[in-house]
């Protein structure tokens, strides 16, 4: 089991910067978790926004959000991040954090085993 906390979401202009983090509680397995991003906007669907494999060293991105966000882990601290910056009015949404013990990096919601509960991310224009 992992449980998933994020945190680092809030309100900020257009054109800013936000950090967000997940701690998980998965002990000394963490590194055996892909883990990712999504987000959720009111009357949208939950979207992928960025993975990472095990160890860091691949990462994957949504088209909408390449060249702004950036997704980093460091399993030492049982932590993955999501800089964002260049943030737009449509970054705004629910971002939730998500692990999956897949063999290999996924970008699709239903194939992640764990979620955290999401924090609010706000972007005024």
């Known amino acids: 089991q992992v449980q998933l906390v994020e945190s680092g979401g809030g309100l900020v202009q257009a054109g800013g910067s936000l950090r967000l983090a997940c701690a998980a509680s998965?002990?000394?397995?963490?590194?055996?978790?892909?883990m990712g991003w999504f987000r959720q906007a009111p009357g949208k669907e939950r979207e992928f926004v960025a993975a990472?494999?095990?160890?860091?060293?691949?990462?994957y991105y949504a088209d909408s959000v390449k060249g702004r966000f950036t997704i980093s882990r460091d399993n030492a601290k049982n932590t993955v991040y999501l800089q964002m910056n260049s943030l737009k009015p449509e970054d705004t949404a629910v971002y939730y954090c998500?692990?999956?013990?897949?063999?290999?990096?996924?970008?699709?919601?239903?194939?992640?085993?764990?979620w955290g509960q999401g924090t609010q991310v706000t972007v005024s224009s």
């Open positions: 998500a692990g999956t013990s897949s063999g290999v990096v996924v970008t699709t919601a239903p194939s992640y085993d764990y």
């Open positions: 990472i494999s095990r160890s860091g060293f691949s990462t």
């Open positions: 998965a002990g000394r397995t963490f590194d055996s978790y892909r």
